[in-house]
């Protein structure tokens, strides 16, 4: 299975090491590592919180490679409006180790899937990392986003 990371540095071991922050599948302090199926979706879930950001410069972009045999899908029972049973739901699964891979649906794209990295399960170092470089939002999306900030 192949998934994709947006981040806001050129570092993989800063890319793979976040520092906790909340999340829709993570409370404070649960180190959890957001990936998308699809680049455009890592994208999409960026420019929804494009609010927090001070510019859409800077990213790189990374793909992620595993087997499926690492992947557990979310139970399709949670509403994934409901941040308080999501993070609830997410830091179970990490507690618990269950599985290095977590699939969840994504809030902002309908059948569209967002896939949760475990960095401390063990079975994380049978994730291949790839640096794909700098990512570019094109200029009439960025143009976009700052006419909104305006």
Known sequence: MRTYRLAFTNSLSVA??????????????MVVVYTAEHAALAALEILAGWEVYASLQGYSLYRCTFDEALLEDA???IDITDRTRTRAYGDAWVREGRSVALRVPSVVAPESFNVLLNPDHPAFRQVELKALGL????????????????
């Open 75 to 77: 139970s399709g029972d």
């Open 135 to 150: 990512f570019s939002f094109e200029e009439r999306i960025a143009a976009l986003v700052e006419r909104v900030k305006e």
């Open 16 to 29: 793979f090491r976040p520092r906790g922050a909340p999340g829709r599948w993570n409370s404070e302090g």
